[in-house]
């Protein structure tokens, strides 16, 4: 498993790099984000030892699980996943990184609960670009709104954009919803936002979100393989284990 970890995760980067040079692009302008979920943290620690140090969680009870399990490793943590305002405080004291605040009472609460102890905590906005009603994301009329009240708030450093395009072949529709947010990210940043990260771009589409200027890429099947889901006596199970190892 580690060989085929390490394969997979050679083979995105190979990707990466092929794809951002095609598009006149250096490979390193672009961040390869491990979407996680779902995997045990057996495979998150090969993939760490692999060379890949963020990591992308979207569960709140399965990532504390697996951040109990990895304590010995530095990870970078990311929350990726819709947020429930019930679920905030956790969510600010055990992550890095928020991609997907979406509305002012999230960005409210995430400041207010950021412990004083820790950095700001470095978000994204996700913006629905879709236009689809069952996904999570401010409309992109709204988000200059947003981007400016999380701005002003004190625990909060807003970093960038994020979306999670329609799921279709359509390679045009999903160009043009990647372009979209591109617009948008460029919009705010020619109004004065000190942006850098496009986080956009999967395992499927990655490709179409480096040449639509995507900085930071959320890769899981190809690099975990398709997915398996725990259930919460394994989470428990891993946790009780690392705990036992300490």
Request: aromatic letters at 6%; a neutral charge; charged letters at 25%.
């Amino acid at each position: 498993m580690t060989t085929t970890i390490a394969s997979r995760l050679q083979a995105v980067h190979d990707r990466i790099a092929t794809v951002a040079q095609s598009f006149g692009r250096q490979p390193g302008e672009i961040t390869l984000l491990a979407a996680s979920k779902t995997n045990p943290a057996e495979r998150l620690r090969e993939a760490y030892q692999a060379g890949q140090k963020i990591f992308g969680e979207n569960y709140l009870q399965e990532a504390l699980g697996k951040m109990q399990y990895l304590t010995d490793l530095p990870i970078e943590w990311h929350f990726i996943g819709p947020i429930q305002s019930n679920k905030t405080r956790r969510i600010s004291e055990n992550f890095s990184w928020v991609h997907s605040v979406d509305r002012t009472k999230i960005a409210d609460r995430l400041s207010k609960d950021r412990p004083e102890s820790l950095p700001p905590l470095q978000i994204c906005l996700q913006v629905n670009v879709s236009g689809e009603a069952s996904k999570s994301g401010v409309a992109p009329e709204e988000l200059a709104s947003l981007a400016s009240h999380a701005m002003r708030l004190p625990r909060l450093k807003l970093r960038g954009l994020m979306a999670v395009p329609e799921l279709t072949t359509a390679t045009a529709l999903q160009r043009s919803q990647f372009h979209m947010l591109w617009e948008l990210f460029d919009r705010l940043k020619r109004d004065g936002y000190e942006l850098d990260t496009l986080s956009m771009g999967m395992s499927e589409d990655m490709d179409i979100a480096i040449s639509e200027g995507a900085t930071m890429v959320r890769v899981g099947t190809a690099i975990f393989g398709p997915r398996r889901y725990l259930i919460p006596e394994e989470i428990a199970a891993l946790a009780a284990k690392r705990a036992q190892e300490l």
